[in-house]
């Protein structure tokens, strides 16, 4: 019993810690002005919006400030968006008001989600659930709220595009992670995926894609941009503040990798690479 309580509130405390790096920096920033075009990207990808306007459930997972719940909303569908770090909603909400979207916010853990079986007819996340810490635990939850025959949809960094190698790169300068924890660009890797969800989906479609960006002037204004705006860079940083020596070291190699993916146009311009998949939750006909 005892073991079970220590798992537990190990637990409580490795979620607060995520939420709190999630609720640090500017993530609504990022979203908006670096890879704002991806939701639509899933949103059309799944198929939302082509049945009749306000019949179709939606729910977007660690949806942060609504990158594909609003265009989900936008497209006719009756959208909850929930995540973990509730303090992303009202960017969202703004978001939502001034695109005249309506969206749901509820504060939910991607692994444990506060709602039924099968309630939804479309289940999606948008380089989101792939940072919760337990691959399996999430999986499992967004196959058991997708109604028989819904859909999944997901798109993650790859491992070997760019967010999965800067990850790689800030790894030596981070605390070693918590036991079980699983590294987040695994997502991207479609057998993993596929591993994850198992023969409850059939019709999985898989493709790796690629979305320009070309915000950033040079390669360091990427990293001052992150450093100062992504929870995970910014949690990498404060934890090696006391160390000037590898601080530095940890700015030259995030320039060094944008400098390694920049195209060389005049401006910092790189391709980073997601997989998007979708699948049909078993048990039912499609579209049924």
């Given amino acids: 019993m005892s073991e079970s309580i220590d798992a537990a509130e190990a637990d409580r405390a490795l979620k607060a810690r995520h939420r709190a790096m999630w609720a640090q920096g500017d993530y609504p920033a990022v979203a908006a002005e670096i890879i704002s075009d991806l939701g639509t990207v899933l949103v059309e990808a799944c198929g939302v919006g082509r049945g009749v306007p306000g019949e179709a459930r939606v729910l977007d997972v660690a949806a942060g400030s609504g990158n594909a719940a609003i265009p989900a909303a936008l497209a006719g569908a009756s959208v909850v968006a929930c995540d973990l770090t ?20 509820r504060q939910a853990d991607a692994e444990a ?16 659930v792939m940072f919760a810490p337990h691959h399996q635990a999430s999986a499992d939850e967004l196959v058991r709220v997708c109604r ?20 790689a790169t800030m790894k030596p300068y981070a605390p070693p992670p918590p036991p079980g924890a699983q590294p987040p660009p695994l997502w991207g890797d479609e057998d993993h995926v596929r591993a994850l969800l198992g023969d409850r989906v059939t019709d999985i479609v898989a493709r790796k894609q690629t979305v320009r960006v070309d915000y950033f002037k040079t390669p360091e204004a990427f990293r001052e941009y992150f450093k100062e705006r992504y929870g995970p860079t910014i949690a990498v940083y404060r934890a090696i503040s006391d160390d000037p020596a590898r601080t530095a070291a940890l700015d030259r190699d995030l320039a060094e990798l944008a400098r390694r993916f920049d195209h060389g146009t005049g401006s910092t311009a790189m391709d980073w690479e997601y997989l998007l998949l979708t699948a049909r939750r078993t048990g039912g006909e499609a579209g049924a």
């Fill in 148 to 167: 028989p025959g819904g859909t999944i949809g997901l798109l993650s960094w790859t491992p070997e595009g760019f967010i999965g190698q800067m990850f």
């Fill in 86 to 105: 509730p303090e992303l909603f009202e960017a969202g909400r703004q978001l939502a008001a001034q695109r005249g979207a309506e969206v749901e916010w």
């Fill in 113 to 128: 989600l506060p709602f039924a079986d099968g309630e939804f007819d479309t289940v999606l996340s948008c380089v989101g």
